[in-house]
């Protein structure tokens, strides 16, 4: 899409030279062809180092995008993005592209749906009642069981397992929302990857990143009705029981252990071979591996069961 | 239904002049068309106005109802307007329902089920393995993603997305209980309304109503895994962050934030513009809006940052 | 499989009479017929009582492996036991049974699968979407609603109600870990039974077991969004609401109810008439029945009522 028409569409005054843009993007990932955003102040520090072609700012931002950048100045960046990230959304089916690719040994049920543009590998197992979307890439040796539902553009590793109802690559829970309280959506046009070896349960979702990837590494395992957010990263061999969830961003080392009805909250780092007990709220960032923890707010194991101990107490 | 049949059914004696009986009403909202009951002490006082036809009550409150409604009395009210409800749950699918109408540039996949009586709006989009039911309607530049369930007689506005896997529509959790312990299905004779600009996640669940609607109002973002009971009210632009829920007949008013894995119990109003972090348990009414809470039970949100900081010294 | 084989597959020295190993099970209810494992020093008390006619062991444990059963010895014979049961699972479908037999007055949509070898009963409804796998038996009278998905070799009774989207039969969450954090999967290869006149919500999942059932009994009310873990026995019109949950091997008596996004920890044993306040967390066996908790920790009502009197203090 044109700058120019980027900036029409936006309300931004734009006289610079025209050039074509192709997608949006995080400050820091931007390159020259993408245009991206600065909505809140704890990001301004990334706007001298953008490589993005354009950044939609405000006011009080735009003296700080580079030279090598075009700024486009409007009252309110995130709701901009937003109105903007309809435009760079692909059709929920992509009817152009070529008929699927089914490897060798490959069983689609005769009721599942293989969308257009989408490649499955061999010895691939597709049941009843299956949504693979466009361009979607499907490894070997996978099983989906019925009614599992991956979006378009999603990855899917070899021997990877996927119980019935659930859905990979929903849309990330994202909106902008303006001073009457109004939301505007903001169309996720990310993916998900999922590695190697990965087995997830029944009626869990991962919704796709707002932009590039949500990832789960190799030999995840994901118990039912887990939540995975946007943009999260999860470690290899990390696992998820049943009811828990992350909020998006939050990036898991190896080896976690997240306790049923466990959640974190968004953009945290969490080290490798943490555990967490049941019902852990997790709303920091652990730098320290191999600890144990429990409780909301979020403490070591040890503390818990103490604190547990003097409570009892209270009541005695 | 003749009311002379209804009164055979539930084991009630009738000897006044019969009269045909369409539905089932609470004691507020029914007309004289309408059978209502009264099974709790705490409704008691809504008898003596309620323009009911029948009113199927005990002993014990029989004198309540007044002369132009017929008081059919039988020992378990709860119970017998359980057994009451089968006889006017619908068919699954209204066969004889003409075929469903499809509006102007709309795609419906191959493998998606539109039923007899649905009507579909304009270029809105039903992706393979939905199921819209009976008499459904649905508007205009909706998205329903691959295997939503919308069931019969539910109502959609225009420009509504519902993500893979979602509910709208299955019966709320109605039973009554006897004394040995058995329960007795309450059929779920609503429906479930959803107005404009709405976004639902995937795997999240709405109960249709036990009468009248379930309603979520203009603007209503619900995210993935939350379940919404039967009669609820969302208020315009309200937001429901994963894994959260909440029972039967709760209002909330505009605006309100929910966050990731909070409920609400049951019949509670919730004023405009409350925000509740993440797992919040919701079990009174809150009457000032603009406030914040957290915990279970529930507390302001500073009060809780208190009580941490107090706890926290507890256990050194 | 010869017992010779498995003893190969598993890295095992074997040099007695071959003989002909049908399953796998527990030491407790394995026969001749059936190979067991002994994982957990907690176990070691059933071997000698073992009617197993192989089990796989450590050096540590094989010595009170009866003489009429063979030891198996390996290093890890929990990993052993997860890479065997690959060989035992079934196939997805069975493709060679013959076609479904579907009884009087039912009507299976058109849009839904039911595989070779399953039996559906009399006035049975099966909606557009819904999967019933190989063998799997459906009683009379049942509404399986859209796209509910029931694994192969599930039995459900007469009488049963499940909303859209749930799954009965996804793989319980089993596997062994070894030294180096990997995963390798448990083929749960046991099944679900559900008794009559149950119902079950929508995007409800209910675990296979391991080996035997999973078994929800005669008039048992699940809500929506609620996990059922491999191997659980909920008792008589016990009631779960939703978003609540039980891990694996849990037993729960009659008529318990259990409030909204509670869960119980794995093999646990509930007294009958136990009602457990929303959001307890459940992690010991209750043996006094009729009582009622809250909390997690859990503690009787009245206890939890209490400390959040002192709670309050603390603030104050």
Redesign the interface.
């Known amino acids: 899409m044109k700058l120019s028409k980027i900036a029409k569409i936006i309300g931004a005054e734009f006289s610079g030279e025209d050039r074509e843009i192709l997608s949006m993007n995080t400050l820091k990932d931007a390159d020259k062809t993408q245009v991206s955003f600065v909505s809140n102040s704890k990001y301004v520090k990334d706007i001298a180092e953008s490589s993005a072609g354009a950044i939609i700012c405000d006011a009080s931002t735009k003296d700080a995008v580079p030279s090598k950048s075009i700024a486009l100045v409007v009252e309110n960046p995130y709701w901009e993005m937003a109105v903007l990230s309809a435009y760079f959304a692909p059709a ?1 089916e992509d009817v152009d592209a070529p008929e699927a690719i089914i490897g060798e040994g490959s069983v689609i ?1 005769p ?1 599942a ?1 293989v969308a257009n543009g989408a490649v499955i590998g061999k010895s691939t ?1 597709i ?3 299956v ?1 693979v979307g466009s361009n979607a890439v499907i490894g070997d040796n996978v ?1 989906l ?3 599992v ?1 991956v ?1 378009r553009d999603c990855k899917i590793g070899n021997s990877v ?1 996927i ?5 990979v690559g ?2 990330g ?1 994202g ?1 902008a ?1 303006n001073k009457l ?3 505007k ?1 903001i169309y996720q046009n990310g993916n998900v990857v999922l590695e190697d070896d990965i ?1 997830i ?5 991962i ?1 796709r990143a707002v932009f590039g990837s949500t990832l789960l590494k190799k ?1 995840v ?1 994901i ?3 887990v ?1 995975i ?1 946007h943009n999260c990263e999860v470690g ?2 990390s ?1 998820f ?3 828990s ?1 992350s ?1 998006g961003s939050t990036k898991l080392g ?2 976690v252990v997240v306790g ?2 466990s ?1 974190f ?1 968004g953009h945290l780092e969490i080290a490798a ?1 943490s555990t967490f007990a ?2 852990s ?1 997790i709303t920091k960032t652990i730098k320290e591996s191999g600890k144990t923890f429990a409780g ?2 979020l ?1 070591d194991h040890k ?1 818990w069961l ?3 101990v ?3 107490k ?2 005695k």
């Open positions: 929920l049920a009721k749906t197992q049941m009843a009642g949504y099983i069981y019925p009614n539902v979006y397992i119980h019935a109802n659930s859905t929903s849309d829970f909106f929302t309280g109004e939301h959506k087995e349960g029944s009626s869990t979702t919704d030999g395992r118990d039912n009705l939540q957010g290899e061999y696992v029981v049943a009811q969830g909020a190896r080896n049923g009805q959640a909250a071979f049941a019902r709220g909301f707010p403490m503390a103490k604190l547990q003097k409570l009892a209270l009541i």
